[in-house]
């Protein structure tokens, strides 16, 4: 198990250094920045054309951020598709709404863009509803309280290891009617013109510390279920019984996958 898991981090260590490589010979000829390592590379020149000691825009720590953004940013996305696909395929008639916002915004010859969700709010709201029943991230990273500190009325020294989970309040019926059911209507306004995410919904955290791909994240998810929507007609072998449970990696994956099967979408 350990072998294979070094083994794994090896192969993505050798992937970043590859592309880290690359992209310094790229721009020691051209200058054009088009991705985050090239924006980096360049922020070193300025730097040094300017003197400053290379202290914190450093080989090494471009190397270690390109790995976080590779690790934070892949299995996160890519747990988020498979339980949208499992709810797609358990609430075809939610699929069946999605397709229908594909047809009056998009059509089924163009391709999508991340602006073409302003107005699709039956689409966005399924995105937050699963992101909200699932909670791909269900506990954050450990934070240290720096001083003594009070929340509500719950006491916590200075140094105690805090925890948050996102699970529990994703699952509060406080905040949440009917907390588990899947129900992306909870974020229509009343004439469904609208999906409102509302402030205690926060699957990439909160606060200094947030998750920085947020933004990349949406675009992604957005996209990648449009695209599959649009194309195809996404179901399981009749009698096939679909799973929910759940396993911990970096992220919460479904635990068993089905076998599913893309109907080709024919006008
Ligand atoms: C659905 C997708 C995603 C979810 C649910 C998610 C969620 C989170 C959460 C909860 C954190 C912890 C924040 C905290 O400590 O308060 C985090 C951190 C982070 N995420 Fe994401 N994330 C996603 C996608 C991405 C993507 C696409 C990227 C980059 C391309 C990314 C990069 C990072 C990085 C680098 C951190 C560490 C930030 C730090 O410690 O300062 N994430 N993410």
């Known amino acids: 198990m350990f072998t294979s898991y070094k083994k794994n981090l090896m192969i993505v260590e050798k992937f970043i250094q590859d592309e880290v490589d690359r992209h310094r010979e790229k721009h020691n000829n051209n200058h054009e920045v088009v991705d985050y390592i090239d924006g980096y590379l360049e922020e070193r020149k300025n730097r040094e054309k300017q003197n400053?000691?290379?202290?914190?825009?450093?080989?090494?720590?471009?190397?270690?951020?390109a790995g976080a953004f590779f690790g934070a940013g892949s299995e996160t996305v890519y747990s988020t598709?498979?339980?949208?696909?499992?709810?797609?395929?358990?609430?075809?008639?939610?699929?069946?709404?999605?397709?229908?916002?594909?047809?009056?915004?998009?059509g089924f010859e163009n391709r999508p863009d991340f602006a073409d969700r302003a107005r699709m709010p039956f689409t966005m709201a399924f995105i937050h509803e699963v992101q909200r029943?699932?909670?791909?991230?269900?506990?954050?990273?450990?934070?240290?309280?720096?001083?003594?500190?009070?929340?509500?009325?719950?006491?916590?020294?200075?140094?105690?290891?805090?925890?948050?989970n996102f699970w529990s309040v994703n699952h509060d019926p406080n905040l949440w009617p009917n907390p588990d059911k899947f129900d992306p209507t909870r974020y229509l306004t009343e004439d469904g013109s609208k999906a409102v995410k509302p402030p205690?919904?926060?699957?990439?955290?909160?606060?200094?510390?947030?998750?920085?791909?947020?933004?990349?994240?949406?675009?992604?998810?957005?996209?990648?279920?449009?695209?599959?929507?649009?194309?195809?007609?996404?179901?399981?072998?009749?009698?096939?019984?679909?799973?929910?449970?759940?396993?911990?990696?970096?992220?919460?994956?479904?635990?068993?996958?089905?076998?599913f099967i893309f109907e080709k979408v024919v006008h």
């Open 200 to 259: 205690c919904l926060i699957p990439f955290s909160a606060g200094k510390r947030n998750c920085p791909g947020e933004g990349l994240a949406y675009v992604e998810l957005f996209l990648y279920l449009v695209c599959m929507v649009q194309r195809y007609r996404i179901k399981v072998e009749p009698g096939t019984e679909l799973s929910f449970e759940a396993v911990f990696g970096i992220s919460r994956r479904p635990a068993n996958l089905p076998l």
């Open 81 to 106: 598709m498979e339980w949208a696909i499992l709810y797609l395929v358990k609430y075809p008639e939610y699929q069946d709404k999605i397709r229908s916002e594909i047809a009056d915004v998009i």
């Open 133 to 164: 029943i699932e909670s791909i991230i269900a506990n954050n990273l450990l934070r240290r309280a720096s001083e003594d500190t009070k929340i509500g009325n719950h006491f916590i020294p200075k140094d105690t290891l805090v925890m948050f």
């Open 52 to 65: 400053i000691p290379e202290d914190t825009f450093t080989l090494d720590t471009l190397k270690r951020n």
